[in-house]
């Protein structure tokens, strides 16, 4: 089994611990709020949010993909730290086996009253395939496009998650 990993870190004039509870802890109910375009909706098909619950994201109708089913792998809202798995759905087509995530949420140094969003993406390929970067572009984009979104949610809305 291939695995390619990607890397990534954008910074964020909003809090630590806003923009975790918000993208993190709040995304069930904050995505299909906020991209109702894109998310029907967000289901909890097991466990209670945390680690080892599932999740299923179903996307509406006409987008290229059905839905995705994430397994939480750890749920550390004191460090700011969410690892997760796609085990199931349209993106992983023929070639992947599953896509493990991890986001880490801190303060900046540079950014005062701001944050970086650490994320690193393991891509586990069936046999021996590896992701290529024009491979999972259209992800990236898309969660970067879920990232903006609640950033300027979360600028709009300045008392939320405080």
């Known amino acids: 089994m291939g695995v390619t990993t990607f890397t990534q870190e954008i910074t964020s004039p909003i809090t630590p611990i806003r923009l975790f509870k918000a993208l993190i802890v709040d995304s069930k109910s904050l995505i299909p709020k906020l991209l109702p375009q894109f998310v029907e909706n967000v289901v909890l098909l097991q466990g209670d949010g945390g680690a ?83 491979d999972i572009k259209d992800g990236k984009d898309s969660a970067m496009g879920i990232y903006k979104t609640v950033e300027t949610y979360l600028i709009q809305n300045p008392n939320l998650y405080a």
Do not use: W
């Not at 993909?65 to 759905?89: A, S």
């Not at 086996?97 to 009253?113: A, H, L, R, T």
């Open 52 to 134: 080892g619950s599932i999740e299923q994201v179903n996307f509406t109708k006409g987008n290229p993909f059905e839905f995705v089913k994430h397994r939480i792998d750890e749920l550390d809202k004191e460090n700011m730290v969410c690892k997760y798995t796609m085990i199931e759905g349209d993106p992983l087509g023929q070639n992947l086996d599953f896509i493990s995530y991890e986001i880490k949420v801190e303060e900046s140094k540079i950014n005062i009253g701001g944050c970086i969003c650490k994320m690193t993406t393991n891509y586990h390929g069936i046999g021996d395939f590896f992701a290529k970067e024009e």
